[in-house]
């Protein structure tokens, strides 16, 4: 069992940067481990990953603005978010032992979440 803690999240005016990080209980490496975000009513989306090997996937609103990494020795993911908008606001999650990068069914253990509003 795989225990995730989010943190980093806030409230940023528009055109902001936050980062957020998530530290495992165990190691991540050999691990697939990504980051979701929900807003209320809405359906879980897809916004960044990282596989074992250190590829990424973003989605179509994080490519170019996310920057997902991690410290294997922290055993510790982080999302830079930089040029946030009112859209970028939800509930963001880390999860980890997925086997398909961006696809949320595939996740094992889920963080309990950090939110981040971002105002106009």
């Known amino acids: 069992q795989v225990q995730l803690v989010e943190s980093g999240g806030g409230s940023v005016q528009a055109g902001g940067s936050l980062r957020l990080s998530c530290v495992a209980s165990?190691?991540?490496?050999?691990?697939?481990m990504a980051w979701f975000r929900q807003t209320p009513g809405k359906e879980r989306e897809a916004v960044s990953c990282?596989?074992?090997?250190?590829?990424?996937g973003y989605s179509n609103s994080a490519k170019g603005r996310f920057t997902v990494s991690q410290d294997k020795s922290k055993n510790t993911l982080y999302l830079q978010m930089n040029r946030l908008n009112v859209g970028d606001t939800a509930m963001y999650y880390c999860?980890?032992?997925?086997?398909?990068?961006?696809?949320?069914?595939?996740?094992?253990?889920w963080g309990q979440g950090t939110q981040v509003t971002v105002s106009s």
């Open positions: 999860a980890a032992g997925g086997s398909a990068c961006l696809d949320g069914r595939n996740y094992m253990y």
């Open positions: 165990s190691s991540i490496s050999g691990t697939y």
């Open positions: 990282i596989k074992p090997a250190g590829n990424t």
